[in-house]
């Protein structure tokens, strides 16, 4: 986990209803959440209606801005995503898409976000899309925190390889790593990674 004493403000995409806006509110930190589900958002905003400090923004964000895309919605919510399912499957059985929406996207970069300088990223295999949308924001991140499986849970999203490697040419650093295996009816279906990254421009 990202120490949010070392910041001053979070953006955190992938938002949801802002379930850890305590957490972020203990710290006195400024907020940015970014979520593309209307009905997520609409609970979002009131959830946040005690938080002066923390603002939301609905938005689907890819590598490019204006792209019609296609968000599988879950019968869970929380596991919709831009990729089709895959492992994601056998590992929970009862979770399926339900439906889907057509959402124009947006860059990280379109979006104002010099008060923020850690990302959250929560996004369901789209966390590589997102990050390459948003280079100039990365320049004044000094944390970054994804989740990813080595499995490919999400048929084509990004995987805890493919992220290392794009960030260290962006100049940053993971620092932590904290893996949880998922095995399932005797069958592995590799780890859960929580992963932090750290810039080396700071």
């Not at 070392?6 to 940015?32: N, P, W």
């Not at 938005?59 to 492992?87: I, K, M, Y």
Request: glycine fraction near 6%; charged fraction near 25%; hydrophobic fraction near 40%.
């Amino acid at each position: 986990m990202i120490d949010l004493s070392q910041v001053t403000g979070v953006i955190h995409v992938g938002a949801s209803t802002g379930q850890e806006r305590d957490d972020y509110a203990k710290h006195d930190l400024k907020v940015l959440w970014i979520e593309p589900r209307l009905l997520a958002f609409a609970t979002l905003l009131d959830n946040l209606k005690a938080y002066p400090k923390q603002r939301a923004v609905c938005a689907l964000l890819n590598d490019r801005a204006g792209e019609q895309c296609t968000l599988h919605v879950a019968n869970n919510g929380d596991s919709s995503s831009l990729f089709p399912l895959a492992e994601h499957r056998g590992v929970w059985p009862d979770i399926n898409y339900e439906g889907a929406v057509i959402i124009e996207s947006r860059t990280l970069d379109s979006i104002d976000t010099a008060d923020y300088d850690a990302l959250v990223l929560d996004v369901q295999g789209a966390e590589l899309l997102v990050l390459k949308g948003a280079v100039e924001t990365l320049r004044h991140i000094k944390f970054i925190q994804a989740e990813a499986y080595d499995a490919e849970m999400y048929k084509g999203g990004s995987q805890p390889r493919e992220l290392r490697a794009w960030l260290v040419d962006q100049c940053f650093d993971q620092i932590e790593e904290n893996a949880s295996p998922i095995v399932v009816g005797g069958k592995d279906y590799g780890n859960s990674y929580e992963l932090v990254f750290k810039s080396r421009r700071k």
